[in-house]
């Protein structure tokens, strides 16, 4: 079983950033891909970015250019740098992944709110 912590969310002013990170506990080598996912109020959960084993990223189309997912040296983690944030950018943030025993699994979700 495969446990996904996120941390970094919090309050940031439009145009600013903000790092998040998520850490996978369990069976953690059997993980591929691990991504992102965010939901605001009001609107369906989309996904934000993912990577798989191999490095390719995938990006939804609103967050191009501005994050940038990585995972760290021992690929036990998944980082999500988010730079010129705007409103649109407020949602509760999840991590997710995907394993050979676990098609779903999700972090507990952390908040990101951008102000004006």
């Known amino acids: 079983q495969v446990q996904l912590v996120e941390s970094g969310g919090g309050l940031v002013q439009a145009g600013g950033s903000l790092r998040l990170s998520c850490a996978a506990s369990?069976?953690?080598?059997?993980?591929?891909?691990v991504g992102w996912y965010r939901q605001a109020p009001g609107k369906q959960r989309e996904l934000v970015a993912i990577i798989t084993a191999g490095g390719t990223t995938t990006y939804a189309d609103s967050v191009k250019g501005r994050f940038t997912i990585s995972r760290d040296g021992a690929k036990n983690t998944v980082s999500l740098q988010m730079n010129s944030l705007t409103p649109e950018d407020t949602a509760i943030y999840y991590c997710w992944a995907r394993s050979k025993f676990q098609y779903n699994i999700w972090g507990q979700g952390t908040q990101v709110t951008v102000s004006s």
């Open positions: 369990g069976s953690i080598f059997s993980i591929n891909p």
